[in-house]
DNA sequence: CGCAGAATTGATACATCTCAAGCTGGGTGG
DNA sequence: CCACCCAGCTTGAGATGTATCAATTCTGCG
């Protein structure tokens, strides 16, 4: 039951989801076929683990839909996610024989693969996946720098207000709507989860969101399903700038 | 005086100490003619602010000597350094026009840099740039990524731990050393760099400094100067993995 | 010599963790 | 169909690590 369902269905990328954000979004038709022979489908259920730092790796990927997390694991036990990957983002490191971090299924998941030897051969020979994969790595950067932020001076309750204003921001941005005014979407999450990605315990986390709650910047419907009524009180929580932070 | 040195002085690509490592590492005699065309050095002055995160960017440049930092401030002044630059580091990211992050020179810099315009051209046109680029990129993404993980879930104590053997590693390597036994190096960084580093206090670093030279771990000689008897000591301090987390 | 920035040290406050007890809701088997 | 179960979650009380505020002490330098 641990190994994931391999699909070899030659879906055509021109169809796919995340076509035009994935690594593959600068490819021309050449490219795809290409991309096409050496690709393959991958699903895991909800829990299951995709690979264990320290695996050999012998593919990369793209997540097509679902939610994968990357964690640290110290030796006694504490953990830190370092990523919380979305349909498009990237796994994988080329040139890397070895895994560096765990990557977990949150959701049911499904990942498109390449084999990394011919992956890298392509790389090397056309610049557009290049291209794309330094955009998509340079914008990991900046997240990861946002978070670094988030987990070395944020309070427990702006941590909390900054993750959901994330969720919040990703959820609309998928569904094609403006993160404004009255929003509602779902914590892929559990409080565990929350708490690895901010560097809390779960026990602060319930406590923060119970808090949140109590004071009307947030709305819950049962555990997971959040209604923010007023987005800009929810980012005023987050300690952030008022402006957002426009990166042009 | 708040303005960095300008210099023109076309200095010899081949002679450069970041030669082999910066973002121009993997270029070609040809390629390298074509940097040296737009690259020109500033210079700044220890403590001097390099820019100011929001300023618009006309350059991308590399550390060629001397220590920089890349830090994000929040609204009511609490700080977060988010990057430390070290010689054949690269500052600024091609496709953007405003600074992210505050760049300040912690010690004397030099910085070799290229107009924006051409560097970004050059990088289109010939792909040993790029590739370059990319591979640093993801080794600040995997640096950043131990980084969240000291942030969120280690203590002070290994927290400084880290911090020294993270600058002790470099020092060596810098210095063509193995960094093992009996180390010996001069922090570059005051006790309010190392607070922002680690998202600490400065009261905190100063102590757990002092509690690491009371058991022995580390020994100091003035506040910068320090001398490490035993490496492996000080890695246990760290609460990282024994085997140093080798990644292949 | 004396000053200013950097660092240390102390006393106390407070945010978050830890340990522990109970709740809730959805699924399962009798 | 109900009772039970269990993972996920909430809440409480107390412990603890780090921040805060404040007073000295260093150290290098004009």
Redesign the pocket.
Same mark, same amino acid.
Do not use: N, Y
């Given at each position: 039951m641990n190994t994931p369902d391999v699909l070899n269905v030659g879906h055509d990328c021109g169809a796919c989801p995340i076509r035009h954000r994935a690594v593959c979004a600068r490819c021309e038709a050449d490219e795809l076929q290409t991309l096409e022979q050496i690709k393959y489908y991958r699903s895991y259920q909800a829990g299951q683990t995709v690979i264990w730092s320290g695996d050999r790796m012998d593919f990369v990927a793209s997540v097509v839909t679902g939610i994968a997390t990357l964690t640290q694991t110290m030796e006694d036990g504490r953990r830190q996610m370092v990523g919380l990957l979305l349909p498009s983002d990237f796994v994988g490191r080329p040139g890397r024989q070895v895994a560096a971090y765990d990557v977990t299924a949150t959701t049911d998941l499904v990942m498109c693969c390449f084999r990394k030897k011919p992956f890298e051969e392509m790389m090397a020979k056309t610049p557009h996946v290049a291209q794309r994969l330094l955009e998509m790595t340079l914008d990991e950067l900046d997240a990861a720098r946002e978070w670094m932020l988030l987990l070395g001076r944020k /309070?427990?309750?702006e941590k909390i207000a900054s993750l959901l204003a994330i969720i919040a921001r990703r959820d609309a941005h998928l569904k094609l709507k403006s993160a404004k005014g009255n929003i509602v979407f779902d914590l892929p999450l /559990?409080?565990?989860e929350m708490a690895d990605y901010l560097?809390? /315990?779960?026990? /602060?986390? !319930?406590?923060q969101? !119970?808090a949140l709650k109590r004071d009307g910047v947030i709305v819950?419907e049962?555990?997971?399903h959040i209604v923010v009524p007023d987005f800009d009180r929810l980012l005023e929580e987050t300690g952030d700038d008022s402006d957002g932070g426009l990166l042009v």
């Open positions: /309070t427990a309750r /559990t409080r565990e560097g809390l /315990t779960l026990e /602060t986390v !319930s406590r969101v !119970s819950l049962g555990k997971r």
